[in-house]
């Protein structure tokens, strides 16, 4: 493309919301992009648990990054796994051996699932951070169920028809909240030898309420809205082990004594720690990542005395107005994906930078089943069937294609006057053999 | 369900075309029906090679069986494989152990790909049967572009552009066709290093004409399509090696000197053999399958000497009117599913059989890219843009659910319009990874 001088090289790690924010905001700007990441779409994560579910087919809420990128002609995509940073040199080197140079590097590549150190724990308790992990899930649920139409066992029967959902913040909520209505609604009529509608979804979370991160009206609004949907809600409850057929947990915030809870299907929202790269960037720059890997960045999301390292979304620790981090959310990492491309786009035309960056809160919410949601956005709060539809809305918005959209709001019209859910498929594993462990 | 004495237990295995029109076709009969299966779906099929191309996600050619037959009461439904059959007992046992008796067996568990004896040649070609069959060919198709843009290496470069298809049978036909308008139209802009449409499609068949079923004018017509798309069509050519970075191929009928073509990707299109059911079947009623595993049955699609066990759809060996065997069809496996449901309605009423199993021929037909057909019925041949809408509106009028019929319908429409392939998403295998050697 270019002609004449080099032009500036900007590597973008990662084609997340940070990521692909920041190669559109460089769109017509004079630099040449190279937008690595290990998958070949850009995932609208905050449905996932549709997926999970059996609500929405992966495709619907992924977008392939080359067809997102095919007119840009700036931006170059190339599926890889970023191995190493070499911060002198400047370039990053890929897990197939070679090396992609950079004269400014962006790093996006996000948060994966934290087990506090039990790594042991995840072959029992999937989280929900791609689409395997939605199809695994999907399986892990499905499959019970129908394990629970074939066993003459009732002790059997009890733990098959028990879901635990570990964590309460929005995705917990919204699993939770999905594998209910699976239940009652979707299969209501499927099984002969069981009734759905039995099954127990308990959410556990160790802090005193749900959705921590929203206003304590909301959460209590929330937590209404999941008892009356029938869901056992453990508050203030730590879970200390995760087996094949149960999980471990103690109540009062861990001071009262352990007791087990039967299940065959756990589904982990708890922690999330950062990407790799995180570090690897770190140690570039000379500065440490927190515990959760998350890089300390400067006001303006460079990292220590580099300003061509910049690290945003979920694998940068950024403080707020209010002095607290920002929190793991697609529009931080959307509006930092902006802020950076307009920096690096200034720098390339020799421009004065525009001052620090500044996360404008448009808000935060979470559905909870059918029909119900709790939002809050400058200070105002609502729940109920506005905020639902408030949801929608957004949720819709932000998908990254026209014909998704048109599909995914096809599939919830459907769904929500048959209550059907169509991809509900056992993949992956032959179904008839998930009897056995596993891992 | 019932009450008094007990009914006639109908166990019908396999929920594919053959089994669910079995199964449907006993809806208000006096019997108790178990349907089994291995997978909790039931899949269309036909559509599977636009799964494996890009063009539509796995859920919307798949129905879950349980909820077609929710509101059947008289079937229940069980995911399990049948690993034995006891024709005295009058039982199967599922992989589990456990026996499920029957007074009348309907076994219609199809067929699976056949590798002439060469199972080894799987690993490097898969076949299109399953929904994992065809999300691998898909991650197989696309991870090679993937690698072609990031390759220095041209002769490597050529490897990974040249995709080979075995067999030009319908499905052959279809995949070469639709690999082929991926290359071409969708990715079109979508790469830097290399032009996607320098790619080569190589379609491979034994038989000295494509489309062998058909009537030699449409294999004409058929041919002309493929040769006018780009597509390099080796007739007469038969198959002798296939391994991870080529095939070798016998031109001339396989007289002429072997020769190999250098290729990352190969489909197998070309023998299928029935599933390993036929075999007890044939075993329980004391007659032997033929060698692609096949059950001859009566007229009436009985075995041997008992009327209690029926064998329908890829699965049966039947003479049709002219004496040869009907072909391994979804029309066939459907209207001997009627059949069988009606002759079995009709015996549990005490009522007299109607006769022989007649198989009424409404046509074949398959596609070659984009709005192009071939089709015939009873004697009258078409192809071109009129072959397109038929095959278009049968395929739709099939499709097992209503609200995938529109799912699919959009797609076609929005991809007619954009040429655009929404689902190619590389899933199953970390992406970056692909350059190590499948299998």
């Known amino acids: 493309m270019s002609s004449g001088a080099p032009r500036h090289r900007v590597v973008i790690v990662g084609g997340g919301f940070g990521g692909m924010w920041a190669a559109r905001g460089l769109n017509k700007q004079p630099v040449d992009i ?3 990441d290990r998958r070949n779409f850009h995932l609208f994560q905050p449905l996932l648990y549709q997926v999970a579910t059996g609500a929405l087919s992966p495709a619907n809420i992924a977008a392939p990054l080359r ?3 095919k007119r840009q002609r700036n931006c170059r995509v190339l599926l890889g796994e970023v191995t190493a940073v070499d911060g ?9 051996g070679s090396a992609v140079p950079f004269d400014t590097l962006v790093a996006a590549t996000g948060s994966t699932h934290h ?15 791609t689409i395997e992990d939605a199809t695994e899930i999907r399986r892990r649920v499905l499959s019970a169920f129908e394990r629970a139409e074939r066993t003459t066992d009732p002790v059997e029967l009890d733990r098959l028809l028990t879901f635990v959902v570990v964590g309460g913040g929005p995705t ?35 802090q005193p309420r749900v959705l921590g991160g929203f206003h304590e009206t909301l959460s209590r609004k929330a937590l209404e809205a999941l008892v009356k949907m029938g869901i056992d809600v453990r508050l203030d409850c730590h879970v200390t082990d995760v087996q094949a057929d149960g999980v471990t947990v103690k109540p009062d915030g861990g001071k009262a004594p352990a007791y087990r809870i039967d299940t065959a299907t756990v589904v982990w929202a708890a922690g999330v720690k950062a990407n790799p790269l995180g570090k690897l960037v ?4 000379g500065v440490e990542a927190d515990r959760a890997g998350r890089v300390p960045v400067n006001p303006d999301c460079t990292v220590g005395a580099r300003p061509d390292l910049f690290v945003i979304g979920d694998l940068a620790l950024q403080a707020g107005a209010d002095g607290k981090p920002l929190p793991g959310l697609a529009p931080v990492a959307m509006q930092q994906g902006q802020y950076v491309a307009d920096a690096i786009g200034r720098r390339a035309k020799g421009k004065e930078p525009k001052g620090p960056f500044r996360y404008w809160d448009k808000g ?3 559905t909870i089943g059918r029909a119900k949601a709790v939002a809050e956005t400058n200070g ?9 539809f408030a949801w929608l809305f957004i949720h819709i918005l932000y998908l990254a294609r026209f014909e998704n959209r048109i599909l995914v709001l096809f599939q919830w019209f459907w769904n929500f006057v048959t209550r059907n859910r169509a991809a509900r498929l056992i993949t992956g594993e032959r179904a008839d053999r998930t009897g056995a462990a596993p891992g």
């Open 34 to 36: 190279t937008l690595i």
């Open 67 to 69: 067809s997102m990128f």
């Open 88 to 96: 002198a040199a400047k370039s990053v080197t890929l897990a197939d």
């Open 115 to 129: 087990y506090f150190g039990h790594h042991e724990w995840e072959q029992h308790a999937p989280g929900l951070k």
């Open 172 to 206: 917990g909520v919204e699993m939770a909240g999905s594998i209910r209505e699976l239940a009652i609604h979707t299969i209501r009529y499927d099984f002969r030898a069981f009734n759905p509608a039995a099954c127990k979804v308990i959410l556990v979370e160790g």
């Open 282 to 285: 770190a140690a570039a720059a």
């Open 364 to 366: 935060v919410m979470a």
């Open 380 to 388: 105002f709060r609502f729940s109920g069937h506005l905020a639902w």
